[in-house]
Nanobody
Framework: QVHLVESGGGLVQAGGSLRLSCAAS????????MGWFRQAPGKEREFVAG????????YYADSVKGRFTISRDNAKNTVYLQMNSLKPEDTAVYYC????????????WGQGTQVTVSS
């Protein structure tokens, strides 16, 4: 059973930055793609960013492209999301997950971390 714990969220003003972390335990995820997802109030969870297992290819939703950067440290079983130039529409609970492809999560969802961007 893989346990995912997200952290690093908070309240930030528009234009600010945050760095999210997702630590996995229970299984090494170095052979899986990793992804970040978010869910805003009243909306469905959506894909935000992903990285292939070999730390090569990265994928981003159009809404965050150029502002967010995903990275991973396989030795620490941890994935990160650097978020710059934050906008109020980025406000959501952010989750990480893993799978054969970054946008096809197969794990159980963690508790997420709240990101709130004030205007």
């Amino acid at each position: 059973q893989v346990h995912l714990v997200e952290s690093g969220g908070g309240l930030v003003q528009a234009g600010g930055s945050l760095r999210l972390s997702c630590a996995a335990s229970g299984r090494t995820l170095s052979s899986y793609a990793m992804g970040w997802f978010r869910q805003a109030p009243g909306k469905e969870r959506e894909f935000v960013a992903g990285m292939a297992w070999n730390v090569g290819s990265t994928y981003y939703a159009d809404s965050v492209k150029g502002r967010f950067t995903i990275s991973r440290d396989n030795a620490k079983n941890t994935v990160y999301l650097q978020m710059n130039s934050l906008k109020p529409e980025d406000t959501a609970v952010y989750y990480c997950n893993y799978g054969p492809r970054a946008y096809e999560p197969v794990g159980s969802w963690g508790q997420g971390t709240q990101v709130t961007v004030s205007s």
